[in-house]
């Protein structure tokens, strides 16, 4: 069963689709009575026939509908409580409960004009046609338990939940669930309920329902993001900017929980999501969402590094660098963050032994002091140099030569580019910008919870 499509389509293919197994059992049922000769009933045998087709219709769908509703109940407290809401807009349960109670209410009613009959007892029926069409629905609502069954189970898995609840994620309902206050977003916020199942399925060691829920959020989200990049109301910036916000709140979060499980493609897959938006942020000048991408990266590595992911190391400072290269042409705020945080996961990888973790960060943290110094950011350049420094000294303090030379090496050419421009570098000027920026993101930081609750 298909869940792409929007719910009146999904009505009327499943309506459909029980319409044609319903002729079809039918017609089958006919020409099976009809070539062994089941189309005379005797009365008597009929009554007894149709009543007990009557009692086991019933006591079967009481038992599904059961069933049903115990399996949705473990679901929902296995991964979230909107797996009931999910299961309740589906037609599936509606649709079967319709279908036995019209052929239960129907042979009720067969019973009820045989009892009224003229037919004496062990004579033959003048009630055959509805006979007949009584016993073709009772075989019709038994083989419809096989689809509706299927359909079921495939409802329960995690990524066709995950695959519902993506259809939820649009514009308006994550903007609307900005707008609200801060204690009612997260009964609204539709992202929310996937990053649930992610952070449920973390903490079972379920890491393909982490990373189809990661990817959900990722191929919804893209579509909203280039609408809106699109668009050429002024209005649109301010809301692409709030919905990347969001986004890559949610998107760190489930990046340390996979981090502090150790697990490396959710992980991975975070610090790639966030890398991705950042760069379009970046590449189309929103300041304030690459800001939010860099922090959530520079977060997210900080983590990495304490676990000694060194491949994700790698990754996470090349992702810095390249937002970097590109933040660097028009946001020195964003550049300064850039090479703050490349500083700290060199330093901390220098702490950890990540010998070429340290490497990179040097080597990144060049480029990205080099460019600053061709677009005359002083501040940026100060606080290149001022990371190098740090990690150097975490080099030499941990007996990383390579990186330490490395390290020396860039500062001396930094230095060099920043001469030729002639930056002054007031040290206490720098240091009093560089607490105004710490002073500021601290302020951003605090709006984190309005966007999640974890």
């Not at 490349?342 to 950890?352: K, T, V």
């Not at 061709?374 to 390579?402: C, F, G, P, Y």
């Amino acid at each position: 069963m298909s869940f792409s499509s929007p719910l009146k389509n999904i009505w009327f293919r499943r309506l459909s689709f029980y319409f044609i197994i319903c002729v079809v059992v039918i017609t089958v049922s006919h020409l099976v009575f009809s070539y062994f000769g089941f189309l005379h009933t005797d009365v008597d045998s009929a009554r007894y026939m149709l009543s007990a087709l009557v009692q086991s219709e019933a006591a079967v769908i009481a038992i599904v509908a059961t069933l049903s509703l115990v399996g949705v109940q473990l679901a929902a407290q296995s991964y979230s409580v909107r797996v009931v809401e999910v299961f309740r807009k589906t037609p599936d349960l509606w649709i079967l409960l319709l279908i036995y109670g019209v052929t239960i209410f129907w042979g009720l009613g067969v019973l009820k004009l045989i009892e009224s009959g003229s037919s004496q007892p062990g004579g033959l029926s003048n009630l055959e046609v509805h006979i007949s069409f009584a016993y073709y629905l009772g075989v019709f609502v038994f083989v419809a338990l096989v689809p509706y069954i299927l359909s079921t189970l495939d409802l329960l898995k995690p990524s066709t939940v995950i695959k519902v609840l993506a259809e939820g994620i649009t514009e308006e309902s994550i903007l609307s669930a900005i707008d609200e206050a801060p204690d009612k977003v997260h009964g609204k916020d539709p992202i929310q309920p996937i990053v649930d199942i992610v952070r449920v399925s973390l903490m079972k060691s379920d890491y393909e329902t982490a990373r189809a829920g990661l990817s959900a959020i990722e191929d919804r989200t893209i579509h909203i993001v280039k609408s809106l990049e699109e668009s050429e109301q002024i209005s649109d910036k301010t809301k692409l900017e709030n919905v990347l916000k969001c986004l890559f709140t949610h998107i760190r979060r489930t990046g340390f929980l996979a981090a502090n499980r150790k697990v490396g493609d959710p992980t991975l897959l975070a610090t790639i999501i966030l890398y991705n938006y950042g760069k379009r942020s970046a590449e189309r000048g929103f300041e304030d969402s690459t800001w939010w991408a860099v922090v959530s990266i520079g977060r997210l590595g900080e983590l990495i590094v304490e676990l000694k992911f060194n491949t994700f190391v790698m990754h996470t400072i090349q992702s810095l660098e390249e937002i970097g290269k590109t933040a660097v042409k028009n946001f020195e705020d964003v550049t300064w963050w850039v090479v703050f945080y490349l500083g700290r996961l060199g330093e901390l990888s220098a702490g950890q032994k990540l010998e070429y973790a340290t490497l990179q960060a040097t080597i990144s943290l060049e480029e990205i002091g080099k460019t600053a110094t061709e677009h005359k950011l002083e501040h940026a350049t100060w606080q290149t140099i001022d990371s190098l420094k740090k990690v150097r000294n975490a080099a030499a303090e941990h007996e990383l030569e390579h990186a330490r030379q490395q390290a020396e090496h860039s500062i001396k050419k930094i230095k060099e580019a920043a001469d030729e421009e002639r930056f002054k570098f007031i040290e206490e000027e720098m240091v009093e910008k560089s607490r105004k920026e710490m002073e500021e993101a601290l302020e951003k930081l605090k709006e984190l919870h309005k966007y999640s609750s974890v």
